[in-house]
């Protein structure tokens, strides 16, 4: 399974931006997806997952401003950011977990299987 982010790019505070991060390979290995960030210096932090069966979840710094969502037959999990400040600045990962694994599982990186190479994000204030 290979993993393309997409989207990233320069947004002042409050704009918005959506991330895709498009699956190819082996789908029926899919289950669980996630989106991280890091930022230079930092570990990997979680942003929002969302289950094979559509339960999500997310990170409290960007609930209520972040969407996760996944478009089973393009194969393909967005990331809808809005009202985005200069603290969500950082590289995007997408990541796909090959195991049916609960919400609560997801916030751990080891879950994962598959990661994509990440898509710069950068918020200006």
């Known amino acids: 399974v290979q993993l393309q982010a997409s989207g990233g790019g320069l947004v002042q505070a409050g704009g918005s931006l959506t991330l895709s991060c498009a699956a190819s390979g082996s789908i029926v290995r899919i289950n669980g997806m996630g989106w991280y960030r890091q930022v230079r210096g930092k570990q990997r932090e979680l942003v929002a997952t969302?289950?094979?069966?559509?339960?999500?979840d997310y990170e409290d710094h960007v609930k209520g401003r972040f969407i996760i969502s996944r478009d089973i037959a393009k194969k393909t999990v967005f990331l809808q950011m809005s009202s985005l400040k200069p603290e969500d600045t950082g590289v995007y990962y997408c990541a796909a977990a090959s195991v049916r694994w609960n919400s609560g599982s997801l916030h751990d990186k080891s879950r994962y299987d598959y990661w994509g190479q990440g898509t710069q994000v950068t918020v200006s204030s």
């Open positions: 969302i289950t094979s069966s559509g339960v999500t």
